[in-house]
């Protein structure tokens, strides 16, 4: 009787392992079926929202870089004009003068 009673344990081990383990299987059948595809579906989704955040960052800096480089371009268009104007001023000064002195 003492046998037999470690073999009846023995057994209701084995059997809740064999639980245990097709539970282990179903698990995996899940991660492998559902979690896995969903997962890597996740990961290329990442991938691509990091490109477009790095195009759209290298956009930013871009448009940055024209304003600047409108801006500027404005204020050397401006610092001619005003050149431009202070020697037509002075033109027209020397042939106003140029014409008095003819009168």
């Not at 896995?36 to 490109?51: I, N, V």
């Not at 500027?72 to 005003?82: D, G, N, P, V």
Request: charged letters at 35%; a neutral charge.
């Amino acid at each position: 009787a003492g046998t037999r009673m470690y073999e009846n344990k023995r057994l209701n081990a084995l059997k809740t392992l064999e639980k245990k383990q097709t539970k282990v299987d179903e698990i995996n059948k899940v991660l492998e079926e559902e979690i896995g595809p969903a997962l890597e579906k996740l990961r290329k989704e990442r991938g691509q929202y990091m490109q477009w955040k790095s195009a759209s960052e290298q956009l930013d800096r871009l448009r940055r870089f024209c304003v600047a480089w409108e801006f500027t371009r404005a204020q050397s268009l401006l610092e001619t004009s005003a050149q431009d104007q202070v020697h037509l001023q002075t033109k027209i000064s020397q042939a106003e003068a140029s014409t008095q002195e003819l009168e």
